[in-house]
């Protein structure tokens, strides 16, 4: 089929690429003439496992282009994806004015007689459809088409496998002939699809982000309970998680969420909620129990090392989960700032992450010590935190670390070293949720 996708962010890159990989002809569209370049000079902008590749061998295969023309993408489709960004406003509501401006200029590029189905891939509150599909009409009287709802559940750092092998495929759609396309669309997957309404899908979506959510915020208050009765938090959720009805994703206790969409989602849920008439309490205790795990770790290293001023930390991991170079919302860049900004100085290493928090002005150079490699970072340190779980820092040779650094003192964020063996190497061990963490 022939495909567009407008905006090439995470979601509509990874998209475009792995419908033109089941053999799909996909143009997607840009309206950041840089992207666009780089993306046709076969460079990628973001860092996702096996994107790179993907994108290459179908550029090659004639499957995949770059433009930055809207009409372009349109007249050469029958199925048009929105894909662009719905940032978070100062009350917590969705910023829609990119989906306004890209139905508006779909409106304004649709020809008579060229019926076009409008899918909406990026993340919006309940009746967002319905808008997009009156702002086409109040701008082409005439268009033919439908305006269908079709949300994403990537992940970040694992988006091209969840795209390729998602657990379901969800359609609102009121029109059988814009459904009947979508099917075909995601035929070659072999997933589950579910059809819904518009409505329905696009709650789908926040409903399922924040229940996600909720699901981490439940372990990280059942986290402060085990370190104040001298429970396990893993073993809690190895627990409970065997419990088919339960299970075990999602209940890893640490420094909490971040991330571009999980804060994000449950606010708008909030909001929309509200909005509706009928809000969504609970969810405020989620973010409120999220923000509360920071504050609570940082308390724990400043109540050991007594005053944080002038104390070498380093910090290991900046992304805001693993496999990725996203850095926006990061819990890690947080805590990082807050170290820095009581007067400790800071020697921070990512794999990936490092570069952009840089470029974003999310971290100041001036202030933080870039390092190149986790055991440049421990030089000197009084302590260790692990604040991203990437899997190359369970694996360092600790007693190279334990050398490099002034005490042998680790704070774990993300419960990822196993206690027994960083006391076998003769560190004092902390984490979250853990017997010894108080
Ligand atoms: C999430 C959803 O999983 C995905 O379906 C949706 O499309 C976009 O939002 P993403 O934000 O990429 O994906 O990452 P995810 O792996 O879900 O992690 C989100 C945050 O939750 C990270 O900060 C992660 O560290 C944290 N997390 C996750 C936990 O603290 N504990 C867990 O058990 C799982």
């Given at each position: 089929m022939d495909l567009c996708i407008i905006g090439s962010g995470y979601v509509g890159l990874v998209s475009g690429a792995c419908f033109a990989e089941v053999g799909h002809h996909v143009v997607c569209v840009d309206n950041d003439q840089r992207k666009v370049d780089m993306l046709q000079a076969g460079q990628i902008p973001i860092y996702e496992p096996g994107l790179e590749e993907l994108v290459h061998r179908n550029v090659a295969a004639r499957r995949l282009r770059f433009t930055n023309s809207i009409e372009d993408g349109v007249d050469h489709s029958q199925i048009v994806f929105i894909a662009v960004p719905t940032p978070p406003q100062v009350d917590g509501s969705v910023d829609l004015t990119y989906i306004e401006r890209v139905a508006r200029e779909i409106a304004g590029v649709l020809k008579p007689g060229q019926y076009r189905v409008v899918v909406d891939k990026s993340t919006v509150p309940v009746k967002t459809g319905e808008k997009v599909a009156d702002t086409i009409k109040r701008y082409n009287k005439g268009a033919e088409f439908d305006v269908v709802s079709n949300p994403e559940f990537l992940r970040e750092g694992c988006a091209v496998p969840d795209l390729m092998s998602p657990d379901r495929i969800v359609i609102g759609s009121a029109s059988d002939r814009a459904t009947d396309l979508m099917k075909r669309v995601y035929e070659p997957f072999q997933a589950p699809i579910l059809v819904t309404d518009v409505n329905s899908a696009e709650l789908i979506k926040h409903a399922a982000n924040s229940f996600l959510s909720l699901k981490i915020s439940y372990i990280n208050a059942v986290a402060a309970i085990c370190e104040a009765s001298g429970a396990d938090v893993e073993m809690v959720a190895d627990g409970i998680g065997m419990d088919k009805r339960i299970g075990r994703n999602f209940l890893n206790a640490g420094l909490g969420y971040g991330g571009s969409c999980f804060p994000k989602d449950v606010k708008a849920f909030i909001a929309i909620s509200k909005q509706l008439g009928t809000p969504f309490k609970l969810l405020e205790e989620v973010e409120r129990i999220n923000g509360s795990m920071l504050t609570r770790f940082i308390e724990k290293v400043r109540e050991k090392?007594?005053?944080?001023?002038?104390k070498n930390i380093a910090v290991w991991g900046m992304t805001f989960?693993?496999?990725?170079d996203d850095v926006r919302n990061s819990v890690a860049i947080d805590l990082i700032n807050h170290l820095a900004g009581a007067g400790a100085h800071v020697t921070a290493y990512d794999p990936k992450g490092a570069e952009k928090a840089v470029e974003w002005k999310l971290i100041d150079p001036a202030k933080v010590k870039i390092c190149a490699t986790p055991l440049e970072a421990c030089k000197d340190a009084e302590c260790l935190i692990l604040a991203t779980e990437w899997k190359e820092f369970a694996n360092q040779d600790f007693d190279a670390v334990k050398a490099a650094m002034h005490t042998p003192l680790i704070f774990d964020g993300r419960n990822l070293f196993s206690p027994e063996t960083m006391r076998d190497f003769g560190f004092t061990y902390y984490a979250v949720g853990r017997a010894g963490a108080k």
């Open positions: 090392l007594w005053v944080l001023k002038d989960k693993p496999d990725t």
